[in-house]
């Protein structure tokens, strides 16, 4: 296998994971959960025997979506049903919607309304993360969730199930973290786009596969690359839109050393403990991750460990990829922005999605702000 | 001048434990009403503005970004709101309020509690949801008696449910009597007369105003006397008003005898009354199952709704600032009509941005509806 191909089963997986999903049905006869990330739990959906699949907004043309719901939607939400309404979803067994804000809320509603064949879960998280109730809410929720996953797949989930589920996703994890550690010392190979591609695509395709076909990747080259012209960025968005993001990062010569994107590395940052109860552990390990910008915490402090985790990456600079008419992402900027200033940190936020600038002029922006944070202008 | 009093300042959203508040000495004020007055002085362009000048993206509900701007500019037609020294919230609502709020936190360096009630797929029980829930109302308690440094007064926390429930009562009554034909109020008088029960609920000065408001109905009713002079059309307003519109949009529906006669904003503050034995688990109850109104309960309260007020039609108010109430409104006009017959127009628009619609169109698209009732009453 050439280098080149070593990466193609991910790209097949992130670009047609619905085409994929329908030949692992065929072949294994397992159901397929859809679901809208962030924060649902994959585990508790493998360990019941079916394969988890997320679905984001990116690139969807919207055509039939919008006699259903407003067009003052996210894309998220509106490519996820415009899927729906055209069919390309059939695939599905079952769809989860995780509670996040608003527009999450209503789009289950609609869902339920549109799709009333499907078996439709809302899946309820906490909003106020740091406070002790949510734990324990979180955790009847987590069994809720795995009831009726069981019942979904005809298989009642076992401790010993979901614990080797756990054991599977913490190794994809770790190989996953491997990954982006590459891209900070051979950005040239393990470039953003492929890195991320590879986090993608672990979202939508059988994990054991995609662990299995890691393995092909060139990993022998060990050699660091003069990074030092790269311009570091920390990322902040829900999910990398608009398409080709990440190689417009990658060709203007940005590293990502970190993100918080929920399809980035927020989903592979932490483990989950494998010595106590498997649900304890999905809920600690939700708890403790980089929060949603849906969920509470005491305001200042939500400022403040962004603040935080930006320097603590050694990043000379922040992009926000705010999701259009994400109000939980656009309350948040602001602020956060002004922290970054404080601690003399530069940023830019970018509106994506539905409405949002066109890929090309925000190419222009990006390498504006490129220019202005190494001090290449004239 | 509150702690000159020795009162304290509570910010609060509609649907938090106000009651709680006046038995701790707590003065609640609502940073939504306030924008509301702005958008309806016409206030909005120049405060809201500000706020976007400050990276708030006008994508974000009009409410939030003029409160925002004013606290920014100091442009405010109540002279501005005291500094808070209590902000709490309960996301039953929405959820834009909790981001809202925890800017307002950070702009006054003040501790902010949210309620989290975590919303329900199809409004079927959780009994999980109602122990997280109940927990954080109590942990309230206590984070109010710390701040104002003195235990809540069960007397006074009685005395203020009692007077809570009588005007949630009589509120109740006041819209029941837009059932009446004609009806001897519209929605926009609701609109108007709304204000205590939201903003001074547990008090008797919300009693007082609804006992006059109405003994003043009863007249009318007794009367035979409607809002409008020649009502023809008696239709149904869905979400909040569009405020910076409302003389103007009032006068247009009067001229053609159109009479809104019931909406769910307004009755969203009838049945807030909780009872003295468990207010906290009434509460929790309300929050989870009542407030915060999944879709098929809504459609099931309009169809209802339109038999009890012998409805002609359902304006929908598909409002950009507020997601939460106008997201699923497609599918709710879909089922509604399907069950009822009965039409309904979306108008697209927003409660407080005057820069987000035309009211041109907004008016060009309800004589279009009205043709059409109009034709089908003569195919009737």
Redesign the interface.
């Known amino acids: 296998m050439t280098i080149q191909d070593a990466w193609q089963p991910f790209r097949e997986a992130l670009e047609a994971p619905l085409k994929k999903a329908r030949e692992w049905k065929s072949k294994t006869g397992g159901k397929v959960v859809g679901h809208l990330v962030p924060d649902v739990p994959e585990e508790i959906i493998h360990a019941a025997g079916a394969l988890p699949v997320a679905l984001e907004g990116t690139g969807v043309q919207i055509t039939r979506a919008q006699a259903h719901i407003p067009g003052y939607t996210c894309n998220n939400a509106m490519a996820a049903l415009e899927l729906g309404l055209r069919g390309d979803l059939d695939v599905l067994d079952a769809m989860v919607i995780p509670y996040l804000c608003d527009t999450t809320r209503n789009l289950f509603h609609i869902w339920d309304h549109c799709f009333p064949k499907m078996n439709n879960e809302f899946l309820r998280l906490p909003k106020r993360i740091g406070y002790p109730g949510a734990e324990s809410y979180l955790r009847a929720e987590f069994t809720r969730f795995m009831e009726a996953m069981g019942n979904l797949t005809g298989s009642e989930v076992v401790e010993s199930e979901l614990t080797e589920s756990l054991i599977l996703y913490n190794k994809s994890r770790t190989r996953l973290r491997e990954a982006y550690a590459r891209h900070q010392r051979q950005p040239s190979v393990w470039t953003a786009e492929r890195v991320q591609m590879l986090i993608g695509s672990s979202l939508r395709a059988p994990r054991a596969d995609h662990l299995a076909w890691m393995d092909d990747l060139p990993w022998e080259n060990n050699a660091s690359e003069d990074s030092e012209s790269r311009m570091s960025l920390y990322v902040r968005g829900k999910i990398w839109d608009p398409p080709g993001i990440l190689g417009i990062l990658d060709s203007l010569g940005f590293q990502v050393v970190r993100d918080e994107v929920v399809t980035g590395f927020r989903s592979i940052a932490q483990d989950a403990a494998l010595n106590g109860d498997p649900i304890n552990a999905l809920v600690k390990r939700h708890l403790a991750a980089t929060p949603y910008p849906g969920y509470h915490l005491k305001p200042s402090e939500l400022v403040e460990r962004f603040v935080e985790r930006v320097r603590e990456s050694n990043a000379r600079s922040v992009l926000f990829l705010n999701p259009k008419f994400c109000e939980a992402a656009a309350f948040d900027a602001p602020d956060f922005q002004e922290g970054l200033k404080k601690a003399g940190i530069p940023s830019l936020v970018l509106e994506t999605s539905a409405g949002g600038a066109p890929v090309g002029q925000i190419r222009i922006r990006l390498e504006a702000f490129r220019e202005m944070i190494a001090g290449d202008l004239p | 001048m509150a702690h000159q009093q020795g009162k304290f300042i509570a910010y609060v959203n509609a649907f938090t434990p106000v009651e709680l508040a006046y038995a701790m000495n707590m003065i609640p004020i609502y940073p939504e009403n306030h924008a509301a007055i702005i958008g309806a002085r016409r206030q909005t362009v120049e405060v809201a503005q500000a706020a976007e000048n400050?990276?708030?993206?006008m994508?974000?509900?009009a409410y939030?970004r003029c409160d925002i701007g004013s606290i920014k500019t100091g442009i405010s037609p109540t002279w501005g709101l005291p500094k808070p020294d209590l902000i709490m919230i309960s996301?039953s609502q929405?959820?834009?309020l909790?981001?809202?709020f925890?800017?307002i936190?950070?702009i006054y360096?003040a501790p902010?509690v949210?309620i989290?009630v975590?919303?329900?797929?199809?409004g079927e029980r959780?009994t999980?949801?109602e122990?997280?829930v109940r927990?954080?109302l109590e942990d309230l308690v206590g984070v109010m008696e710390n701040i104002t440094g003195r235990s809540l007064d069960q007397d006074a926390f009685r005395e203020t449910i009692r007077l809570s429930k009588e005007a949630s009562d009589l509120w109740t009554r006041v819209l029941e009597t837009g059932a009446v034909t004609p009806s001897p109020i519209t929605v926009f008088d609701q609109f108007i007369a709304m204000a205590p029960i939201v903003a001074q609920r547990g008090t008797q000065v919300a009693v007082d105003f609804y006992k006059n408001l109405l003994a003043e109905l009863d007249q009318r009713v007794a009367e035979g006397k409607g809002a409008i002079e020649n009502e023809r059309f008696r239709l149904f307003w869905d979400n909040l008003p569009i405020w910076p519109e409302l003389r103007r949009l009032s006068l247009f529906l009067e001229d053609r005898g159109i009479s809104l006669v019931t909406s769910i904003y307004t009755w969203a503050w009838a049945n807030m009354a909780v009872g003295v034995e468990d207010p906290l688990g009434d509460w929790t109850t309300q929050y989870l199952y009542t407030t915060n109104m999944?879709?098929?309960r809504r459609v099931d309260a309009y169809v209802e709704i339109a038999e009890k007020y012998h409805l002609d039609g359902f304006l929908y108010h598909?409002n950009?600032s507020c997601?939460?109430v106008?997201?699923?409104?497609?599918?709710v006009r879909r089922?509604v009509t399907d069950l009822t017959g009965i039409p309904g127009l979306i108008i697209?628009a927003d409660h407080n941005d005057p820069r987000l619609y035309s009211p041109e169109t907004l008016e060009n698209h309800i004589d279009g509806f009205l043709d059409l009732i109009s034709s089908q009453r003569k195919e009737d």
Do not use: F
């Open positions: 400050m990276g708030y993206s994508d974000l509900c939030a996301n929405c959820g834009t909790a981001k809202w925890e800017v936190s950070r360096d902010m949210l989290d975590p919303q329900s797929g199809r959780d999980a949801a122990q997280y927990s954080q999944h879709m098929r598909s950009r997601k939460y106008s997201q699923d409104i497609p599918e089922a697209e």
